[in-house]
């Protein structure tokens, strides 16, 4: 990172670095273990190893023709958050409120807001935006909607649109933290079914115990005949 120091009064010297204990003064001219070196209002400065919070701290002083010393001030910090870990997507899920069937969310409503939710994590930042992605949408095709967050924690309601057409539905999220890290996508999927099976024969419920049109118990059992093609039996018979 670049350090951008400001000083006046005739500065000539300062020290940097991230533990304050380094500057204790051990009484000696030249700094003692953190010597000094001249004064730059820009400083590149390579951070400790480790994700988290980082303190700098700076020291100046002003020193004559003569190396003496005669000025010194209190040193100075600013601190700055590393971030390297993309957030992470602990849940998404397409139309939330609709139960699946045989591990499959069926929609038949208003295709044009569809309900998500995602919840995310990211230890070190907040959450600054977010994109999904529809169907055949890539990641070149949709840019980040900014995200008004200031928590580490994120759980986020929201709506999609879809195609008005039947068939399975995926969703992508992505998120992007504080620090402009991005996380892996995360898809979901939904089916769209709009048509209603049709009777396929009649009649369309049969009674499979009957024989030759009579029964010979009250216990029975109904065999109905629903779906879209009767070569292929789609949807039925149940």
Do not use: C
């Not at 990641?139 to 399975?168: C, I, K, W």
């Amino acid at each position: 990172v670049d350090v951008l120091l400001l000083a006046f009064g005739g500065v000539n010297e300062m020290r940097l670095s991230e533990s304050a204990e380094a500057f204790v003064d051990d009484g000696a001219s030249d700094g003692g273990a953190l010597p000094w070196r001249e004064y730059l209002s820009r400083v590149p400065w390579t951070l400790s190893e480790g994700e988290g919070q980082k303190t700098i701290y700076a020291q100046f002083r002003v020193v004559d023709q003569q190396g003496q010393e005669r000025l010194r001030t209190e040193p100075y910090a600013a601190s700055i958050v590393l971030d390297t870990t993309p957030p992470e997507i602990a849940m998404f899920t397409v139309a939330p409120d609709v139960s699946l069937q045989n591990g499959v969310r069926f929609i038949t409503g208003d295709l044009s807001a569809v309900p998500v939710v995602v919840i995310g994590i990211d230890t070190h930042s907040s959450f600054q935006g977010v994109r999904f992605l529809v169907e055949d949408q890539s990641t070149d095709e949709v840019p980040f909607s900014a995200l008004q967050s200031d928590q580490t924690n994120l759980t986020l309601r929201t709506t999609v649109a879809l195609s008005p057409t039947d068939g399975q539905k995926q969703v992508g999220v992505q998120l992007m933290d504080g620090a402009g890290n991005v996380s892996p996508i995360i898809s979901d999927a939904v089916t769209v079914d709009t048509v209603p099976p049709v009777q396929l024969q009649h009649p369309g419920i049969e009674v499979v115990e009957a024989q030759s049109g009579e029964i010979r118990s009250q216990a029975i059992t109904l065999r109905f005949f629903v779906g879209e093609d009767a070569s292929s039996d789609i949807d039925g018979p149940y």
